[in-house]
Each structure stands twice: as C-alpha cells, then as structure tokens.
C-alpha cells in the first residue's frame, strides 16, 4: 500500500491513531485473562527451608573482568571471557587461554559437541574457535568468523547443533548465522535499542528465542520467519538477561531497574515480579535452576539473590563477590552454579550437602 | 525523521501490534498452575533445590555415580 505524499500527514496520523489503539487493545485483551497473581496460585505449594550454598571452586585464571560464561554439555567444564581479550575453558584442573584481537568479550558460548566455541564483543563479529588442548597447537590460527554485525556482539548461542549460530548485537538486531559458510540466514529486526541478552527455547518447544535490549523490550522471535510473534514492555530500563524457564512456557528477564519478572507466555503477560525496595542495582544475569522453582539473580552490587520463582519471594542472598556479578549460569545437569564477576573470578557452587 | 521513512515504520508497527493482538491466550490461574506443577514435577530432580548426594560434584574427582 503506498503512501500518497501529497496524504502523508493524514496518513501520519490516521497510522499514530490506529497503533495507539491496537496496543490499547492489547492491554485490555491481556488484563481480561489476568484472573490471578502467580504468588496466590502458590499458596498451597510448600515453602522452601532455609538452604545453604557453598563455593566449590574460585577460578582466578582471568585477571580481569570476567563478562561472561557459559556451561559445555558435558558438566565439567566452562568457558569464561574478560575485559582484555581473553577467553578461558576450564577442565578440572587445566585452564586453556586465548586471546583475542578485541577487548571486551562480552559473548561467549559453547558448541553442543563440546568441540567449539564461539565468542566475540568490541569486534562486532562472533567466531568460532575449534578446541584443542594441545598447548602446542595456536587456537586462535583455526578461528573461523562467522557474524558480522554493525556495533558490539552481546550475546550469541549456538542452535541445538554446531551448525548454526544466533546472535544479538548493540546495532539493534539479533542473527542466525550459518557456522560453516558465515553466510547470514535469518535477521531479526524490531528492538528500538541495543540487544543485550538472548536466549533460545529448550529444543522441545520448537523454534524461538526470546532477546531483551536497551528498549525496555523483551522479544519472543520465530527463528525461521523472522518475525517478532509476542514482545513485552513492563521493565522501567534496560534489560540485561533473559532466560527462559525449563518447560519453555515462560522466560525470566534481569534489568537495571533492580528488579526480575516472569513472564508466561501463554498467558502472554508479565506473572511475576522479583524486588525488593533494599535492591536498588541492576540484575545482570538470570537462570534457573532444573525445576524452574529457583531463580538465581546476579546483581551490580556484587551480590546474588534468590528468588522462589512460585512465591515471589527472595530465599537466600549469596555474597563472595567483590564487584558486580556480570554473568550467571546453572550447570546443564542443574547440580551447580557458576557466577563470574568484575573481581576477576569465576564461582562454582552448589548446595551444601 | 522524513515522513516517507516514519509512515512506513508506523504501518510495519501497526501490522506487528495487529499480530500480537491476535495471539491466544490462556488465563493467568491456568498457566500458573502448569508453571507449579512442573516445579513440583521435578523438584526431587532439582539437586539445587534438594541438594546432592556426596561425590557427585563434576568438579571433584570423577566417580562414576547415578544421578536421578
């Protein structure tokens, strides 16, 4: 439908006046179903005991702020990158380093097989570097570029193969990327702001992630039409972390207005909100544990909060850290944690036994 | 901001909101309860919720031993 110039400010108008109402009915359609809060509901579900967590492992390799991590398959071992070109997996006792031609990895993350990772920030590319624990072998002459974005590389995840890549970007959109060619094969245009955050739907629930950003906005995307099918707008700044609970129904968001919410997405609303009026930093990173009824928050202000995800109400505060906790992830078999942090470290723990 | 540019960005935004608007939705007590009922499903699972047994940390010596 073309615009008609000499119409344009009509048109202008009539367009302003129609999307102000279609997102006013929205709202209503959204509050009709509002029957309940999530914390009422849980009234009758136990409450959690006082629980105890202890730090098994403090790794210090990095030297500088760790940015980011993430958990290989396989449970044993994690990668981490940091504000000075680093990246770092770590196997038991061995850590294996490389560096990187940027500064602030802000991405990294693991290949499903464990024989890849992928990483990137200030370069605005995402690569990826096939592992070898050879010492002798350079990894950074294997590395392959995969995405090219327009400003920084926030987050990217590998699909539920080795063979494809999605990214989010501070340009604004996030992208499916083809590992073996680099060629470019879906992107996903809609947020107003930078992308901070991504995270894709456990496999079962078919093809979707959701991605948060400097607009305020979580998006729920179709991977393969691209489109945006469900995008929520209740958080007061911008949102750092996204995770989505374990059945795939709902997805948990961190932002630097100091609060975490649950939004269902069947019920295609926000359900719970996670604050204290004592927690004025922003949440940099979410996730949950296996069950979904834990939900582990790192803050700007060195500390970890959690959260039962039923009740709305905090269970324990985790301290330890000595600057912001920028990154947070429970391992694949849910039995640990590992939080990394501008102290240069990196902290797994689990419950103590 | 051209106009051309902003009408076009309106009408992109308007078919986007029409799209939402057309999602099925479920009642908030009905997704609630299905959340609750995959905690409690897989709380005994949960090792963070309910704790582990003793040599089954990845990150102590490797010992072969079942997890649920």
Redesign the interface.
């Known amino acids: 439908m073309a615009t008609d110039g000499l119409h344009e400010n009509e048109t202008l108008a009539s367009l302003k006046s129609e999307a102000e109402s279609l997102k006013g009915k929205l709202e209503e359609e959204r509050a009709k179903l509002h029957d309940v809060e999530l914390h009422q509901v849980a009234e009758r579900v136990e409450a959690l005991g006082q629980f105890v967590m202890k730090t098994r492992r403090t790794l210090k390799g990095h030297g500088n702020k760790v940015l980011c991590m993430d958990w290989c398959k396989d449970k044993r071992r994690i990668v981490s990158s940091s504000q000075v070109r680093r990246i770092c997996c770590v196997t038991g006792e061995r850590e294996h380093a490389v560096t990187m031609p940027c500064t602030w990895v802000m991405a990294c993350a693991y290949a499903p097989s464990g024989c890849a990772i992928a990483c990137g920030g200030l370069d605005n590319k995402c690569s990826v570097y096939p592992l070898t624990f050879d010492k002798n072998e350079n990894m950074a002459a294997k590395k392959k570029s995969v995405a090219m974005h327009t400003n920084y590389l926030s987050a990217c995840s590998f699909t539920n193969s080795d063979m494809q890549i999605l990214t989010a970007s501070g340009d604004g959109t996030c992208a499916l990327w083809d590992v073996e060619s680099g060629q470019l094969l879906q992107s996903f245009h809609g947020h107003g702001a930078d992308v901070l955050c991504l995270d894709l739907a456990p496999s079962e629930t078919g093809n979707t992630f959701v991605s948060g950003g400097c607009d305020k906005k979580a998006m729920v995307w179709d991977m393969r039409s691209g489109q945006c099918v469900q995008a929520f707008e209740t958080h007061e700044s911008d949102i750092n972390s996204v995770r989505y609970y374990p059945s795939g129904d709902a997805f948990a968001s961190g932002s630097d207005d100091a609060t975490c919410r649950l939004y269902d997405l069947r019920a295609d609303r926000e359900v719970a909100i996670y604050s204290k009026e004592s927690i004025i930093f922003g949440a940099s990173s979410v996730d949950f544990s296996l069950s979904g009824r834990l939900l582990f928050a790192g803050y700007n202000d060195y500390t970890i909060n959690v959260w039962d995800v039923l009740k709305g109400a905090r269970v324990s505060i985790l301290f330890g850290h000595e600057n912001r906790v920028s990154t947070l992830r429970v391992s694949p078999d849910g039995t640990a944690f590992c939080s990394g942090s501008w102290d240069h470290t990196l902290r797994v723990r689990e419950i103590w036994a | 901001m051209s106009?051309?540019a902003?009408?076009?960005a309106?009408?992109r935004?308007?078919e986007?909101?029409?799209?939402?608007?057309g999602?099925e939705?479920?009642?908030?007590?009905?997704?609630?309860?299905?959340?609750?009922q995959?905690?409690?499903?897989?709380?005994c699972?949960?090792?963070?919720?309910?704790?582990?047994?003793?040599g089954?940390?990845?990150?102590?010596e490797?010992r072969s031993c079942a997890?649920l």
């Open positions: 106009s051309g902003s009408a076009s309106l009408q935004l308007v986007q909101l029409k799209l939402e608007a999602v939705r479920i009642k908030v007590s009905q997704a609630a309860a299905e959340l609750q995959y905690c409690v499903q897989n709380a699972k949960d090792a963070l919720l309910v704790g582990i047994p003793a089954s940390n990845p990150f102590r490797p997890l």
